[in-house]
């Protein structure tokens, strides 16, 4: 893909105090295209479960470091990467199965079928032991600017 | 994240404030099993109307609130439920089991 317009990389441990702070540094990158209120939240809760599925399934039982790339491309598409160097996933087609969850009573395995309907894609690349990406892009409508 | 809770006879009105992600779920779950141990109630009316966010973290939290009521031979119902909260909600289709702002579950499940 050609060059970003507009690109920011951040990365944190996997403290879950990090949820909010990721979905809202998503939000105010994501400001730049012009959003609508749904879409905004379209992506708050698509950032807020990739970041959530690293901090309870990659890293169960140690704080681990979580990249966050967010990318602005021409044609008004956000694109959003959420990395982590955990466990991995066996069995990708499976884990996208909606209430497919290796989490228990605590999680409802909703969490890719969330991400796929909010976003226009979702890819999700993973190998076990060493690590996952979820790749997801949502284009933005232009709407005609208010003067 | 903050949980009010408002007894009133054998209804109990459960009003969620803020941001209902993991980093808050725990402790959701926890207050809402205490209230509910402790006022056995035979409605349970979730009051959405103050929450910020919502996702599938919120809704582990609605289906166990669910099951114990219907362990307890009771129900539950959902109002005042925002815009992205609902979206989520219903992308798992917990608006078919429980009521949503007025709407009724249309199967009995
Ligand atoms: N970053 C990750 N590292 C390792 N495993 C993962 C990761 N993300 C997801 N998984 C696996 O994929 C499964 C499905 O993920 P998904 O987000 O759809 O559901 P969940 O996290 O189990 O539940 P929910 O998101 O509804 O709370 C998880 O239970 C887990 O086994
Ligand atoms: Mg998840």
């Known amino acids: 893909m050609k060059r970003a317009r507009n690109q920011a990389d951040l990365q944190f441990p996997s403290h879950s105090a990090n949820e909010g702070f990721a979905r809202a540094a998503a939000a105010c990158f994501a400001a730049q295209l012009d959003p609508t209120l749904e879409e905004l939240g ?10 959530t599925n690293c901090i309870v399934h990659a ?3 140690t704080i681990g470091s979580i990249a966050l790339k967010l990318r602005h491309h021409d ?26 969850t290796t989490g228990g009573a605590d999680r409802s395995g909703m969490g890719f079928t969330i991400m796929e309907s909010f976003m226009d894609s979702l890819r999700i690349r993973s190998v076990p032991g060493r690590g996952t ?15 | 994240m903050e949980l009010k809770s408002i007894p009133r006879g054998a209804e109990l009105e459960v009003s969620f404030a803020g941001e209902l992600d993991h980093h808050a779920a725990k402790q959701a779950m926890h207050a809402l099993d205490e209230e509910l141990e402790e006022q056995l109630p035979r409605n349970l ?16 939290v609605v289906m166990r609130a669910y099951r114990r009521m219907q362990e307890l031979g009771g129900s539950v119902c959902m ?3 925002p815009d992205q909260p609902g979206k989520v909600l219903r ?3 917990l608006d078919r089991l429980i009521p949503m702002d007025g709407k009724k579950a249309p199967s009995g499940l």
């Open chain 1, 133 to 147: 990406t979820v790749t997801m892009k949502k284009k933005i409508a232009q709407r005609a600017a208010v003067r």
């Open chain 2, 91 to 93: 992308a798992a289709a």
């Open chain 1, 75 to 100: 044609g008004n598409v956000l694109e959003i990467v959420v990395r982590d160097w955990g466990c991995g996933i066996e069995n990708i087609e499976q884990a996208r199965e909606p209430l497919f």
């Open chain 2, 45 to 60: 009316v979730l009051d959405f109307g103050g929450l910020q966010f919502m996702d599938s973290s919120g809704i582990a």
């Open chain 2, 79 to 81: 109002k005042n439920v």
């Open chain 1, 42 to 51: 379209d992506i708050k809760t698509a950032v807020s479960e990739a970041v």
């Open chain 1, 59 to 61: 890293y169960p039982d």
